[in-house]
């Protein structure tokens, strides 16, 4: 090892994986140390977040350590670990990928049939061509921004609420609401 605790070869990291493979839990923690900061600089270069690059380095030790026994070894140990770190990455951007697209579909397709546009109607006493034009106007709004309109307006939630529901700070409500608000009054002053 070199003064930074860092092995100098892949002769450390071999016999390193092979006290792993027999259970050694040291080997497992000098194994991480040895090679976290080049798995770090290249996952950052993947997906360039701290937080979900080191969770995915975590995620490939964990995997590790759970399936030891059943490792075999690999002709490089720093090329098998940029492998899995490299795989679980794309995998996570994948998934995360997958979970926008299913939240986009139900934002476009599941939420906007909430909005009902005869209350607007009421609260506002428009006629029914005003009212064919404030549909219009409230279409062109984000799905972000009439989920909030939904919640605060037709479910009576607080802000804080609206906060916890949708796993954003207030200050971004109030930003969505105004936002919100200056579109329709467009619309409206017409």
């Given at each position: 090892m070199d003064k930074k605790g860092k092995l100098q070869d892949d002769n450390g990291l071999d016999q390193l994986w092979q006290k792993l493979?027999?259970?050694d839990r040291h080997a497992l923690g000098v194994l991480f140390s040895a090679t976290f900061d080049s798995l770090y600089k290249y996952g950052y270069r993947i997906i360039p977040n701290s937080e979900k690059v080191?969770?995915?380095i975590q995620e490939v030790f964990f995997q590790l350590w759970k399936y030891r026994?059943?490792?075999s070894k690999p002709s490089?140990?720093?090329a098998y670990l940029f492998v899995s770190l490299r795989r679980e990455l794309l995998n996570r951007k994948k998934a995360a990928k997958r979970r926008e697209e299913k939240n986009k579909k139900y934002y476009d397709e599941e939420f906007d049939p909430l909005l009902n546009y005869s209350k607007w109607d009421e609260i506002l006493n428009l006629q029914e061509k005003e009212s064919k034009g404030l549909k219009k106007a409230i279409?062109?709004?984000t799905p972000r921004q009439r989920e909030i309109i939904?919640?605060?307006y037709?479910?009576?939630l607080s802000t804080d609420e609206i906060?916890?529901?949708?796993d954003i700070r207030a200050q971004s409500i109030y930003n969505f609401m105004s936002e919100s608000i200056k579109m329709l009054r467009l619309f409206l002053d017409r």
């Open positions: 493979r027999s259970g080191r969770d995915a026994k059943n490792l490089s140990v720093r279409d062109k709004l939904y919640l605060k037709y479910e009576g906060s916890k529901i949708l």
